[in-house]
């Protein structure tokens, strides 16, 4: 069975830092683009970072660009997303998502795969 | 950035009945070359990751019931449960992907009357 897990979430204070990890089963993450994506309590879906299949080209969202860092170990078949100078506004539920097409590169898709989330609270 | 407008925001519709969400894009999603819109539909119950209904503004993604149905090309775009039942109570978000960032409607609440 196709999966995706999230950990690593929790509570960080204002300017401060999370690891956030996705390990895959059921599939090769190397085979596909992947993405996070973040909703806010009670709120929408915002896109917060995309990558490769080998990890060479990333992408972010400007909200967290220069904040955030997404990466993948395809030998461990993870993605992860290191989160530094956290505000309250990253407070939300993240999710790691496949792209739906079969491809090594990243580009804007439809997500067909999606983990259960792992919430991140940034508070004092 | 192509935003993503829903409306309404919330709905509420008799069991068996026909609803309908709207979704507009700020720019065209279709890409002229391969005559597709660029335009996908999910549902989210609480608690839950969203899950894909459509993709190419009109595709039924495997396992989604027929009375799901995606139409629309160019900036506007419908979601129609043509009879609803009452496992479809759910938040449902159209989301572009013609270009990047991949930009998500603020969601439409749908309920039963």
């Known amino acids: 069975e196709v999966q995706l897990l999230e950990s690593g979430g929790g509570l960080a204070q204002p300017g401060g830092s999370l690891r956030l990890s996705c390990a895959a089963s059921g599939f090769s993450i190397s085979a596909y683009g992947m993405s996070w994506v973040r909703q806010a309590p009670g709120k929408g879906l915002e896109w917060v970072s995309g990558i490769s299949g080998s990890g060479d080209s990333t992408y972010y969202a400007d909200s967290v660009k220069g904040r955030f860092t997404i990466s993948r170990d395809n030998s461990k078949n993870t993605l992860y997303l290191q989160m530094n100078s956290l505000r309250a506004d990253d407070t939300g539920v993240y999710y790691c998502?496949?792209?739906?097409?079969?491809?090594?590169?990243?580009?804007?898709?439809?997500?067909?795969?999606w983990g259960q989330g792992t919430m991140v609270t940034v508070s004092s | 950035d192509i935003v993503m407008t829903q409306s309404p925001d919330s709905l509420a519709v008799s069991l068996g009945e026909r609803a309908t969400i709207n979704c507009k894009s700020s720019q065209s999603v279709l890409w002229r070359s391969n005559n597709k819109n660029y335009l996908a539909w999910y549902q989210q119950k609480p608690g839950q990751p969203p899950k894909l209904l459509i993709y190419w503004a009109s595709t039924r993604e495997s396992g989604v019931p027929d009375r799901f149905n995606g139409s629309g090309s160019d900036t506007d775009f419908t979601l129609t449960i043509s009879s609803l039942q009452a496992e479809d109570v759910a938040v449902y978000f159209c989301q572009q992907y013609f270009s990047s960032p991949p930009f998500f409607g603020q969601g439409t609440k749908l309920e039963i009357k």
């Open positions: 998502a496949r792209r739906y097409t079969y491809s090594t590169s990243w580009h804007p898709d439809a997500f067909n795969i």
